[in-house]
């Protein structure tokens, strides 16, 4: 099930947004403020952001701007009563991938929403990289990554598998000559090459944290 953050301050509208998209498949959770909403992004993973701009405490567009500056790059659709070209401007500047207007067709929503979350499905992103699954091809910041075979399937397995750990089993089937020790030199160059942290989880396997 896809997991959604809503950014809104009005009850009744976020009430009626939630039951909606529930009913549509998706789990809501509801942050009435910018900073209940930059927590809640902290604690869990979300498969798109919905912000309004006008809430309390910090607004949508400046924490928006604030999560990409921390490399968080959830897909975002801003919906706001500001229709204004400048709003929409500042929020595309912020990094949101769609805007929609106040008053919305609820139905307009989910099919954006759907347009986003596919798009998971051949993309995976984590902390500055984007993997594209389909071509089994790893970029850092638009910039494309060369990994061996070995390391890279790992490193794509890891990040699919996030936040949870991946089974040592799993990942032997990944490795060319399959033991423990060609697994934690893998792990390990796999570290060094792309500087991220792999913790090992004992009694199960190895997590990207």
Request: charged letters at 30%; proline letters at 4%; aromatic letters at 8%.
């Amino acid at each position: 099930m896809n997991k959604l953050l809503l950014l809104e301050d009005d009850p009744a509208l976020s009430k009626t947004l939630i039951k909606y998209l529930a009913h549509h498949g998706y789990e809501v959770d509801w942050a009435k403020n910018g900073e209940e909403a930059m927590d809640l992004s902290y604690k869990n993973n979300y498969n798109l952001y919905l912000f309004d701009i006008n809430v309390p405490l910090m607004n949508g567009i400046d924490l928006l701007a604030a999560l990409r500056e921390a490399e968080d790059f959830t897909p975002t659709i801003i919906i706001s009563a500001l229709i204004d070209i400048g709003s929409v401007t500042q929020g595309f500047i912020a990094g949101a991938d769609d805007y929609m207007k106040k008053p919305f067709d609820p139905d307009e929503l989910i099919i954006r929403i759907k347009a986003k979350t596919s798009t998971l499905k051949e993309l995976l992103k984590f902390k500055g990289f984007e993997i594209d699954i389909k071509k089994e091809e790893v970029f850092h910041q638009g910039k494309p990554i060369h990994l061996g075979e070995v390391q890279k399937n790992i490193f794509i397995t890891l990040v699919r598998n996030h936040p949870n750990p991946v089974t040592k089993d799993e990942l032997m089937l990944l490795l060319e000559k399959p033991s423990d020790l060609a697994l934690r030199v893998n792990i390990a160059k796999l570290k060094k090459n792309l500087d991220i942290q792999i913790k090992s989880v004992r009694g199960v396997g190895y997590k990207i944290i």
